[in-house]
Structures are given as C-alpha cells and as structure tokens.
C-alpha cells in the first residue's frame, strides 16, 4: 500500500531545492521509515517520501509518479531490493537508488553495488543517511551531465559531418563545372586563336610582325598548357574512365614533374565504383603525391589499390625522410587532416604512418556497401 509523508525543513547548503525532494522509500518496517524520516529532517533535506512495501505497489508508483531517489531495504516479504532495483533499472533515466538494509553480508553489498545501485547503507549508520542521499543526487546528476554533453557533442559532430560532406560534394561538383568551362569556353577561344595566330605565321612577311605573331603564339601556347594543368587538377576527364585508369595518369604525370619513380599496382584493371568513393580515392592519391612532392625527398613511390573483401583500400607509400615530430601537431595543417574529413563523407577512414628516415604511408580505407563500421583511427595531419 501507498504512503506519503512529507514534511519541510529548510534545505542543506549542498543541495537547494525549489520543491521537496521525492523519495520512494520501499521498506515493511513502520519503525524503520520513521527513522529514516527523521533522519532526512534532521539532516536539513525537505522531502517528500512515499512509502511501499509490495512489489506491485512499486511498479505501480514508479508509473505515477516521479521520483528523485529511491531508498530501498533489501530484505522484503516476496521480494528483495535487487527485484526493485531491476524494475527500476529497466526504465529510461531513472533516479539513483540507494539501499538501506540491515546487515546483509559483505559479499552481498558488493554484489549489489556491482550490479549499478548507486550506494549502499547499514540501518545502523541512520544518521548518515543524509549525506549518503545527497552524494547519491549529486553523482547522478554529474552523469546526467556527462550524458547531454556527450549526446550534444554527438549532435554537433553529426551537423559537422553533414555540413562536411555537403561542401565536399559542392566543392567536387563546382570543380567539374569550372573544368568544363575552361575546356570548353576558354580551352576552344584560345584554340581558335591559335588557328589564327599559326595563319598569321604563315602568310606574314618576314620583318616585326611575324616576329611578334611568334611571340604570341609562344604564349598562347603556355596559356593553353596552363589551362590544361588547371582543368586537370580540378576534374581530370581520365576519371572518367575509372579510379585506375585515373590513378595510373596521376602518378605518370607526377613522376614525369618530379623524376620520381612511381609504382601503381591494382588488383584488377577496372574496377565498378561509385562516383563519390571514386573522387575521395583520387584525391586521397592526389594529396599524398602532392605532399610526397614537396617534402618527403623520395626516391620511390608506391600505389597500391585493392577492392578486395568489400573495401576499397588505397596505398601512397615513399621512402622518403618521413613525417616530423611536430608535423602531427600543427595547428594550420588541413592536408591530410581535410581527407579524414572526406573519407568519413563515404563510411571511409585514413589511416597515415610514418617513420623518420624510413617514409611515410597514407592509407584510405571505404567500405564499398557505403555502410561500413569506421573503427576510431585517427589521421595524422600534414601541411599540404
């Protein structure tokens, strides 16, 4: 059966309370809540307490009614603390629960605890039971704490990584539409041109003009080369045809720039990829040649592809000096720092390892379901 009983005091220091604190007390013994309430207003805590001693009586208030704490014996008729502790415990953020029993066995305290109750007293330290309430009020509430915050950095985290791949996708997305109008607006105006130019050459006289038709046409040349250079590093059409056939023309193009000897292998000759996981593999080979370029000193380069076993997995390994102490720890470095961003887009993690004197490896890894678990490995970040 039900029975409430409240009575006001003003409240302790550690905890100040707006309305009386709710305490369910689960106890048969009429001598012992009555202890137990004098105990909480002699120690200054302005309660209301409602007390049950059947266990149906205790499902019964816990759906009723809301509760600030618990406070439980742990012998009862029909039932043990530990049957309320489970109906208890079943329920979303539930209040602390505190046992006050008398001598129950050490071993059994310790189960108990071990089983998540929140303290446990012996009727014989009463007067403790204030200091025992409000420590439990406050552990808890410092876990209720710890819970929003992780559930709103949980939030925040998923808004940045929305956001991320939002601008990742803009950015791929205006990246092609800037390379196809400088290959098909200002890549055909200079063609033409050029025609016009190479004309001019021809059927000129000999003397200043055709000499400075020549000096055009050198630079017209080096503006086509240049518009080239950019449509490709924007949104090479080789990608077009394949993530190897893509990755095989970036390393030939970087080892014709640098002079070093770059190795591609795959583990077949095409291979049937999405688009996006595509663009973030490339770009992944593309940063890591980048940064391999200017500060590894290699000699050698290798790429390894593999879509074995559901993952893509791709390997840009040198042998060059390898990464700094400090290098990790930039606070401006966003090269390989921005393709851990882009490989979480796709499901996808980086791994980078490196070792002074021995090289660097940077390894991206995507699930080719587009759902796979990203185990928490974190990328190594590089100025690029």
Known sequence: MFQNVSHDSAPVDARPLQRPLRILHIE????????????????????????????NDVAQALDTQTFDLILADYHLPGFTALHAWEMVRSRPDHPPFVL????????????????????????????????????????HEARRARQRAAAELAASERRL???????????????????????????????????????IMRNAPEGPLREHA???????????????????????????????????????????????????????????????????????????????????????????????????TLEVKDDGVGLAPHARDKPRSFGLRGLGERARTVHGWLDVSSQAGRGTSVIVSIPLSGNGACPNIPGIDEES
């Not at 059994?108 to 039971?129: C, Q």
């Not at 803009?170 to 050029?194: M, N, P, Q, W």
């Open 161 to 199: 990584a929305e956001l991320t791949e939002h601008l990742q996708t803009s950015t791929e997305r205006e990246r092609a539409d800037i390379a196809r109008e400088i290959h098909d607006d200002i890549g055909g105006s200079l063609t033409s041109v050029k025609f016009d130019l190479a004309w």
């Open 214 to 312: 020549q000096s055009a046409l050198e630079m017209l040349e080096h503006a086509l080369g240049a518009s080239q250079r950019i449509m490709m590093n924007l949104r090479p059409p080789v990608l077009d045809q394949g993530l190897v056939a893509a990755v095989q023309w970036l390393a030939e193009n970087f080892e014709r720039r640098t002079g070093v000897r770059t190795r591609v292998r795959s583990s077949r000759e095409s291979m049937d990829i999405a688009p996006e996981i595509q663009v973030v593999a490339y770009r992944t080979a593309q940063e890591a040649l980048t940064n391999v370029g200017k500060y590894a000193q290699a000699q050698h380069v290798d790429i390894d592809l593999s879509d074995h076993e559901g993952f893509l």
């Open 28 to 55: 048969d013994s009429a001598a012992d809540q009555a202890l137990a309430r004098l105990s909480l207003l002699r120690g200054g805590l302005n309660c209301e307490v409602t007390v049950v001693d059947v266990l």
């Open 100 to 139: 006050l029993s008398g001598a129950i066995g050490e071993s059994a305290a310790v189960g108990v605890m071990r089983e998540g109750i929140s303290d446990y007293l012996l009727k014989d330290h009463i007067t403790r039971l204030p200091h025992v309430v409000s420590h439990a009020l406050e552990v």
